[in-house]
């Protein structure tokens, strides 16, 4: 991919990005916020997971 493509993608997103509604734009943030996998299993992967489920087990 040349220089110009990347700058052309990334202008494309940019204004595609600005034409929407904000209130649009800020549904789309919190839904992302919401898909998120915690924390602790974003970092870690599944080790947590394990481990709460050892001690809870217990």
């Known amino acids: 991919m040349s220089t110009n493509d990347y700058v052309k ?6 204004v595609r990005y600005m ?6 734009r800020r549904k789309l943030r919190e839904q992302k916020k919401q898909e998120k996998p915690p924390f602790l299993n974003r970092w870690f992967g ?12 217990k």
């Open 46 to 57: 599944m080790l947590p997971l394990a481990i709460s489920m050892l001690f809870k087990r």
């Open 19 to 24: 034409d929407q509604p904000k209130e649009e």
């Open 9 to 14: 993608y990334m202008t494309e997103q940019f």
